[in-house]
T-cell receptor
Framework: EAQVTQNPRYLITVTGKKLTVTCSQN?????MSWYRQDPGLGLRQIYY???????DKGDVPEGYKVSRKEKRNFPLILESPSPNQTSLYFC???????????????FGPGTRLTVT | DQQVKQNSPSLSVQEGRISILNCDYT??????FLWYKKYPAEGPTFLIS?????DKNEDGRFTVFLNKSAKHLSLHIVPSQPGDSAVYFC??????????FGPGTRLSVLP
């Protein structure tokens, strides 16, 4: 089954304790992305990756890191989480885009993170 | 300031009638627009999209209209069904491969 998986689905942690949220897709997609969803703000893009070893900042990258060492995986790293990073996080993937084309993204089920 | 706006946080429609969800944007560099549907405890799922060079795209019960001069797009669902009850997000892509989402509209289709 084609899917995007995220782990963990729920996480409660304390300020400053490093954490990683994993994301994996089995569709051989080149493009992967991380979003956070907050009430009244919709989904905001954190980072995206066009392919292996290629990453770029989205709208809200501060406090986050990503890596793309393999095509299927795109982990999100919070080196020193703070309470304002409490949110619902989604990973997404799609086929690679060209200048005029665009493809719909497939989203994972979400990770609810609480930082106290 | 939000570049993609969905000014109606919620909408209720009777089953069988038309649902119209609206979206406004401010960035004229957006070249592709998408609608996603989201059920509770699930990730968003793609519904329909439209390129900026078109003004209409239709897929079954779903039609998206784009008015570039007004920087406005709308999603029409005809006929509406109870299973359409969800949060709908409008999204836009800028030239730099960045995606901007609106805050969402919660649609309730009443039996």
């Amino acid at each position: 089954e084609a899917q995007v998986t995220q782990n963990p689905r729920y996480l409660i942690t304390v300020t400053g304790k490093k954490l990683t949220v994993t994301c994996s897709q089995n569709m051989n997609h080149e493009y992967m992305s991380w979003y956070r969803q907050d009430p009244g703000l919709g989904l905001r893009q954190i980072y995206y990756s066009m392919n292996v070893e290629v990453t770029d900042k989205g709208d809200v990258p501060e406090g986050y890191k990503v890596s793309r060492k393999e095509k299927r995986n795109f982990p999100l790293i919070l080196e020193s989480p703070s309470p304002n990073q409490t949110s619902l996080y989604f990973c997404a993937s799609s086929l690679r885009r060209d200048i005029r084309g665009s493809y719909e993204q497939y989203f994972g089920p979400g990770t609810r993170l609480t930082v106290t | 300031d939000q570049q993609v706006k969905q000014n109606s946080p919620s909408l209720s429609v009777q089953e069988g009638r038309i649902s119209i969800l609206n979206c406004d944007y401010t960035n004229s560099m957006f070249d592709y627009f998408l609608w996603y549907k989201k059920y509770p405890a699930e990730g968003p799922t793609f519904l329909i999209s439209i390129s900026s060079i078109k003004d209409k795209n239709e897929d079954g019960r779903f039609t998206v209209f784009l008015n570039k001069s007004a920087k406005h797009l709308s999603l029409h669902i005809v006929p509406s069904q109870p299973g359409d009850s969800a949060v709908y997000f409008c999204a836009a892509r800028d030239y730099g491969q960045n995606f901007v989402f609106g805050p969402g509209t919660r649609l309730s289709v009443l039996p």
